[in-house]
Each structure stands twice: as C-alpha cells, then as structure tokens.
C-alpha cells in the first residue's frame, strides 16, 4: 500500500476533529473571535520560521537529490508564500514585534516543533520527511473544503485562499509522490517511523487549533512551596 493511502487512514479521526473543530467551522461562518485567530497567527509564526529552517536542515541530511530539491524549493516558498502572507496579516491586524517577543510559546507549538526537529536527530531525514507532510497537506484540504463556500471575513477568506490554490495542490502531490517512493524504499522499521512520526503530527495539527481557541499556555504551578497532590479514592 502506498504510504500516503495508509496514513491517511489512520489520521482520519484527527483530520475529521480538524475539519470540525469551532476554530475552523467559526472561521468560516465568521463567528471566528478576532482575538483568537490573532492569538493563532503569532503562534503560527513561532512554527512556520522553524519549519522553514527544518526544510533547509532535512535537505542537508538527506542523500536523495529529489528530497533535497524539494525541501529547498518548499522552504523557499514558505518566505515567499505563507510567511509572506503571514506579515500581510500582522499588518493589518497591527501585530508589532513587541507583541511577538512578549508572547510566550505555548506548549502546543512547542511540542510540535520539538516533535520535527526530533526526528532529525533521533530518526532519518525520511521520518523528518514525513513528520513534516501534514502540515501542508491538512491545510491544503482545509483550504479546499473551506474554499466551497469562503468566509465572508476578507482577511479569514485569504487565509482560507493561501491553502486552496493549485501551486499548494502542485506541490503537495509532488511530496506524496516522493514521499510514497521513499517508503517503498526503507527498511521495515523505518517504515514504521515514517508512519508514526506524521501520525503524531497529526494529532498535533488537531490540538494546535485547541491550542487557540483556548489561548492555551503554561502551567504556572503552585504559587507558594509545592503543591498538596491528593490522591482520589
């Protein structure tokens, strides 16, 4: 079975919980709060500049030219694309640098960059690979979904456009289709890697938009000496 086939498979439930999360139906209908989607953007961005550099990184570790190529011509999209269209927003949303800076890294988008950059050093530049896929092929089919009917927010329909068009279409299945020769290709066990490190980021594209909408951060612990933990009968 071709990798793309079987994973899709298994990721339905968190691509499903995708496709109905409120952050995503809310974004839609235009009942999307603006807070949340601006708390998403500066999240977004802390992932995108680090999944940018891991696209350079997995093209320097890889030995397949293929990988190589498109790794390099999919970062270089990124700075010209979605980054780009990322600063358009903070523009219009008069998210500052400041504001930026000041804003921690909730623990989603923590995890998942730390997720990627993990399987560069624990794994292969192929689980990078495909540790990386879900990102851009999720929110492709968002961005097609979502593009059946738009937002009537302008700003939430450009975002909505910047994953629905043909380049995005193009270029995910040039991925699918080295991605697909790639596992054929690997051993067993790393088969199994590929397999679960895009499974996990999966899950971690269905709890980014959670991260969201609930404005997620840190736990501050106990404010005066440790905290009193109370075992449940």
Known sequence: MLFTKLVRQKVTPYWEGSFQHPFIQELESDNLVPEIFRYYLIQDQY??????RLHFLIAQQTTDKAVADLMVAEAKGLASGELAVRRDFFKQLA????????????PTA????????????DGTSNTAFAAAL?????YHEIGVRLNQHGSPDPLYQQWIATYADK???????????V???LYQKSSVAEQQAMVQALCISSQLEYAFWQMAYT????????????PKHVRQR
Not at 98 to 105: D, F, H
Not at 220 to 226: L, V, Y
């Open 215 to 226: 404005f997620e951060r840190w736990p501050k612990g106990a404010a005066n000496g440790s």
């Open 134 to 138: 879900p990102c851009s092929w999720l």
């Open 47 to 52: 992932y995108l500049s680090h999944f940018s």
């Open 95 to 106: 998210i500052t640098d400041k504001e930026v800076a000041q804003t921690p890294v909730a």
């Open 110 to 121: 923590y995890h998942y960059v730390s997720h990627m950059y993990r399987q560069l050093i």
């Open 167 to 177: 380049t995005a279409a193009a270029q995910l299945q040039q991925a699918c289709r």
């Open 179 to 181: 991605i697909n020769r």
